[in-house]
């Protein structure tokens, strides 16, 4: 099992922003305009004092005129596509994690090329969330809860996921989720179009 934080992968991207910001002669509050996000958003992503959702980075992106993999690719990468067919055995999956250690991710559908269907295992915390405020973004979203139990808001109405419980739903619709069970929950995630344009830049 291959292991990797995702603080590591994450500490480039403010700078990518500040450099392409720069290289395009725009000012904080000229991205944030354009972006659709927040002045101190941007700030604090380029001084690396939170990570981005993945709205956020696909605004920013936008804005900026990149794919969302180019602010997670590695140029050491060694990550080959596959053609058609995509195995992954567990001693080959991909599991990143986060140094407050509230997830841990197992990406298990990433490597086809040109797919347009992301797949991860998430083994939540007690006290994970997405945050407070609810997001959107392109797309669909199916979600079955293996373990725990998730509370999601999708359009302003609540659904509880327990063991066996699945929720889908168009993306497009202001969303957000927490864990509320004590032994924090495990679930399947798959969405599409993948969140990176194509999700391979995350795998090296």
């Known amino acids: 099992m291959k292991e990797i934080l995702i603080d590591e992968i994450v500490s480039s991207i403010g700078n990518k922003i500040s450099q392409l910001r720069r290289q395009r002669d725009l000012s904080l509050n000229q991205l944030a305009e354009m972006a659709g996000v927040s002045v101190t958003t941007v700030h604090k992503l380029e001084r690396q004092e939170m990570t981005p959702t993945v709205t956020v980075l696909m605004k920013i992106a936008d804005a ?20 058609n067919i995509e195995y992954c055995d567990k001693s ?4 990143f994690g986060t140094a407050a250690g509230r997830n841990e991710i197992e990406y298990l559908a990433v490597r086809l ?35 725990g139990q998730v509370k999601h808001e999708v359009n302003g109405e609540a659904f509880i996921l327990n063991q066996g419980d699945s929720l889908h739903f168009f993306s497009n619709l202001p969303h957000r989720w927490e864990v509320t069970s004590r032994e924090g929950a495990t679930i399947l995630w798959m969405t599409t179009p993948p969140p990176t344009g194509e999700v391979t830049e995350l795998w090296k």
């Not at 900026?64 to 053609?83: A, H, I, P, R």
């Not at 080959?92 to 599991?95: G, I, Q, S, Y």
């Not at 006290?127 to 373990?147: N, P, V």
Request: hydrophobic residues 35%; aromatic residues 12%.
């Open 113 to 147: 090329r040109g797919a347009r269907l992301f797949g991860m295992l998430i083994h939540h915390k007690t006290g994970a969330k997405s945050g407070i405020k609810k997001h959107s973004h392109s797309g669909e979203e199916f979600i079955y809860c293996l373990k």
């Open 92 to 95: 080959n999956a991909k599991v």
């Open 64 to 83: 900026l005129q990149q794919k969302v993999g180019f602010f997670l690719e590695d140029s050491n990468s060694d990550f080959e596509y596959m053609e």
